[in-house]
């Protein structure tokens, strides 16, 4: 049996190589992405988002225990290096750790290393591709929701959770952050805390001064994922998000957009290797640097040089 | 006089408005750098990274008081939506506030908006540059040190400090989120808190571990930007390591990678400008979308069908 198809039957070991051969050997994921690709579009996209410490990894565990309970096999990428997936070791949790990490219808990847710190890395998209390839029927991606990040997370999941807690300030900073605008599940986390029922009603009170025009209003909800509470309702309102998207062609809609997105990234890739790979690039840029250096050209002079050259 | 002529002047209303054309008027855009581009490489170019709330502003507000005692005339860009500069606004500090703000020879930009929420957006250069066009002598930028940035900060900055907290979590986290990498100096600040000491301790064991080619070891200072102590120290730093620089050609080669980050950038704007202005470009990306919605072709395949179509 070759690799792809231990893959396809969920053979966690072929799943493992695929993805670190994606992330690191341009030449195979070429290959590989072709096959992988047409065998997706039916996972469960699930985006959470928020700042470092607010408790995503957490609550993805707790999620990941739901979907497992109903049966539903589960990928997760984890992004954020402040907050690596505990796969559910908490404090006098280790029994529940051992039971997640070694379940076979579960596998969770972190690409958090400092390559592609905290963010999206152009890798997310692959290993989400593999998760699904392999069978998994939800994928969870989590990244965090504060830096620029060059992919938005709503690009890549059908419903995106914004997890903020009671400490991650007013209300009009997280809209700064930009974090509202993708927001389709708000979690208010750690609401043992102080503040969390005022920061909750804030955040419900921005909600509702905001246009809708899709006719879903995010939900607001509270939960602790380290106490494991709140987490049903999330659970619930996942679900009822899905709905929604699977009435009329809203799902399409997004789909078509994460597909915009994705062709996007690869026009930037591609053009980026072809001009990267012409023999005369190494010497050009390198004289260029030296001209942009002294001023005597604009950086933008310097780059129709190149693609001039490199047509 | 021309509006130009004005900003090489250092008139604050000139300078406010090339920034908005630099950010918001493409065509603008390209030729005020042109001009700009070419009045700058004098600069003190200083570069603030760290985890929200790490007190990078207020830090930020305090060197800028410092680098106006010895008479530079300072610009600052802050990119972090969850610490907005005070100028000094802290609490029982409305006078000193008063006077950094309506200093005319301190220019300070937010760019934190929702389009480019924390990280460094590409307008972020463009600022810098009209910054020094103005007759800044010292730069200062701030940016969130998690979350992928697409530019690096040290691409930016001849001198990159990191700014950390008690609480940012273990060295080995730092380590991960790659900011010790960057590092020229690092902060730890609200160093009253607890564990301050010990903290910084394990920056330094980490850093001790490292490899150092350039010959440069990275303080770790402790510092209280909200208290005003411990900045003396920070601001003796800046000019040994600018001194450092000075010393041989280091300071050359730090403007050479700055270059080469820079026409990275430009040559990534420019090919996309010029395949999204391409006429059928439209009507192909929408069909595209489709055939990669449907799993008929891979992102990869669409990106080089618009290739070879807008070539």
Redesign the interface.
């Known amino acids: 049996m070759t690799l792809l198809d231990r893959l396809f039957n969920g053979d966690r070991l072929a799943l493992a190589r695929v993805i670190t051969w994606l992330e690191n050997d341009p030449d195979r994921r ?1 290959r590989l ?2 096959v992988l ?5 039916k996972a469960r996209r699930i985006g959470v988002t928020g ?2 410490g607010a408790g995503k990894s957490t609550l993805i565990d707790r999620l990941i225990v739901r979907f497992r309970l109903q049966g539903f096999t589960v990928g997760a990428v984890a ?4 907050s690596p997936f505990t796969g559910g070791a908490l404090l006098g949790d280790r029994l529940r750790m051992q039971s997640l990490w070694s379940d076979p219808d579960v596998f969770i990847r972190s690409l ?10 152009p890798a997310t998209a692959d290993v989400m591709t593999a998760l699904e390839a392999a069978g998994k029927q939800v994928i969870l991606v989590e ?8 992919l938005d997370i709503a690009d890549l999941a059908d419903t995106t959770m914004v997890v903020l807690t009671p400490e991650s ?1 007013d209300s009009v ?1 997280a ?4 974090l509202m ?1 993708v927001a389709d599940i708000l979690v208010v986390n750690k609401d043992d805390r102080t503040g969390a029922s005022h920061f909750a009603s804030e955040l419900r009170n921005v909600l509702e001064m905001r246009h809708n025009e899709s006719g879903w209003r995010p939900p607001v909800l509270r939960a602790s994922a380290r106490d494991d509470t709140g987490i049903e309702a999330v659970y619930e309102q996942l679900n009822t998000h899905l709905a929604f998207l699977s009435q009329s062609d809203r799902l ?1 809609q997004r ?2 957009r ?3 997105a ?2 996007t ?8 290797r ?2 990267v790979s012409h023999p005369d690039y190494d010497t050009l ?1 390198d004289g ?3 001209s ?4 005597e050209k ?7 040089t ?2 001039a050259r490199t047509a």
């Not at 992004?79 to 402040?82: E, G, I, L, M, W």
């Not at 604009?298 to 129709?304: C, E």
């Open positions: 070429e992405m072709s690709f047409s065998r997706t579009g700042p470092p992004v954020d290096p402040t958090a290393d400092r390559n592609h710190a905290g963010g999206l890395s990244t965090v929701g504060v830096g620029q990040t060059t300030g900073q809209m700064k952050a930009g605008e399409y789909r078509l994460q597909s915009r994705a062709i990234r690869a026009l930037s890739e591609e053009m980026r072809k001009v840029i260029l640097c030296v942009v250096a002294r001023r604009t950086p933008q002079d310097a780059a129709r190149v693609m």
